[in-house]
């Protein structure tokens, strides 16, 4: 028979379950978010494993050994709720946002590579002109201007040997 009672009364204190669901949700959000903002624009099979393991890894962290629902709803709220609010703080104000949704950084200013900035994201030339030729440039003199952004993404922003204005493309992930 089913301890309906066991299911939904919280076994952990709800509160205990707030600051774990609190610190690690803001652990793995500076890791993930901020440090290897150059792998967030992608999920192939490598960053799903990473995502498991992190998940499994993190689950004792934040949970203990919870059995009821309300546990979990709690958890899943808190998290929730953070997500959220840092969605909140980063669009109310600029300051927050820089920490929270890191800025794109230029990897190549008219058609010339930035290396200290290709070097500071760990990204190759040979990953550059991959994304430039993803977006139909063969040479590196056609693009005005390579950013990464926050995401992990590419914009790459062109201009016409003819002096036109040139156009602006985007593709996501690292290469």
Known sequence: MVDWRAVFTPD??????????????????FLLRVLLKRESGTTGVTDLLVIVLIADAAQNGMAKDYTSLADGVVLVATIIGWACLLDALAYRWPAAARVIRPGSLVLVRDGRMLRRNMRRELVTE??????LREQGVDDLADAREVRME???GFSVITRSREGGAGGTSRTRGAP
């Not at 774990?20 to 652990?27: F, K």
Request: hydrophobic letters at 45%.
């Open 12 to 29: 952990t204190p709800l509160l205990e379950i707030v600051v774990r669901g609190s610190v690690m949700y803001l652990t793995l959000f």
């Open 126 to 131: 040979e990953e550059l002109y991959a994304k």
């Open 150 to 152: 926050s995401d992990g």
